[in-house]
């Protein structure tokens, strides 16, 4: 189970950290991910990050302003978003997925099986 929070609104500029708490054992055996949605578009591919942590992509709309990271400790996975704008307006999804050491990170929506329940973000200009 994926549960988000962190979500709300914020103005153009501000920043804003998104949490996903990741219910049992395996939890450093996925590898995990953001996707957002926001109304009439399509979703899309915001952040992902390796099982171990240590490699990450960032979609290039969010690149420099945006990073993750994850607490296997606390079976823990964040969304740190900085600069936001008004188009980064939209309910924000974490996501998991198995991942085999050492293998690629997914990035596609149908990759990943386990989906949280969202949380919305909305950046007033």
């Known amino acids: 189970q994926l549960v988000e929070s962190g979500g709300g609104l914020v103005q153009a500029g501000g920043s804003l950290r998104l949490s996903c708490a990741a219910s049992?054992?395996?939890?450093?055996?996925?590898?995990m991910g953001w996707f957002r949605q926001a109304p009439g578009k399509e979703r899309e591919f915001v952040a992902a990050?390796?099982?171990?942590?240590?490699?990450?992509y960032v979609a290039d709309s969010v690149k420099g302003r945006f990073t993750i990271s994850r607490d296997n400790a606390k079976n823990m996975v964040y969304l740190h978003m900085n600069s936001l704008k008004p188009e980064d307006t939209a309910v924000y999804y974490c996501?998991?997925?198995?991942?085999?050491?050492?293998?690629?990170?997914?990035?596609?929506?149908?990759?990943?099986?386990?989906w949280g329940q969202g949380t919305q973000v909305t950046v007033s200009s």
């Open positions: 996501v998991a997925a198995p991942q085999v050491f050492g293998s690629h990170i997914p990035t596609m929506s149908y990759e990943y099986g386990y």
């Open positions: 049992g054992r395996t939890f450093s055996s996925y590898a």
């Open positions: 990050i390796a099982r171990s942590g240590g490699t990450t």
